[in-house]
């Protein structure tokens, strides 16, 4: 069982920055990446980021290229969203969901923290 806890969510200001966390545990954790989700009010969740936790190659939704960066640290098994030039569309519940070596789906996914952008 892998539990997983984001932080760093806020009420900030468009073109404001933020940092989000999301520290994984559990024993035999092996992950092959870790990545990150948001829902917005009314709509279905959608991909925003990944990282292939070997290597450290990365993939972005068009959205956040450019003004996201994913990272982790694999000594605290913990991924990070640096998110800046922050939009007001950017807004909603992120989440960071993680699949395991030997699995071929995220399994495992936190309970979410806010991000709200005003204008």
């Known amino acids: 069982q892998v539990h997983l806890e984001e932080s760093g969510g806020g009420l900030v200001q468009a073109g404001d920055s933020l940092r989000l966390s999301c520290a994984a545990s559990?024993?035999?954790?092996?992950?092959?990446?870790m990545a990150w989700f948001r829902q917005a009010p009314g709509k279905e969740r959608e991909f925003v980021s990944l990282?292939?936790?070997?290597?450290?190659?990365?993939a972005y939704a068009d959205s956040a290229k450019g003004r996201f960066t994913i990272s982790r640290d694999s000594a605290k098994n913990t991924v990070y969203l640096q998110m800046n030039s922050l939009k007001p569309e950017d807004t909603a519940v992120y989440s960071c969901?993680?699949?395991?070596?030997?699995?071929?789906?995220?399994?495992?996914w936190g309970q979410g923290t806010q991000v709200t952008v005003s204008s």
């Open positions: 969901a993680v699949r395991l070596e030997s699995q071929s789906k995220y399994n495992y």
């Open positions: 559990g024993r035999g954790f092996t992950p092959d990446s």
């Open positions: 990282i292939i936790w070997g290597s450290g190659r990365t």
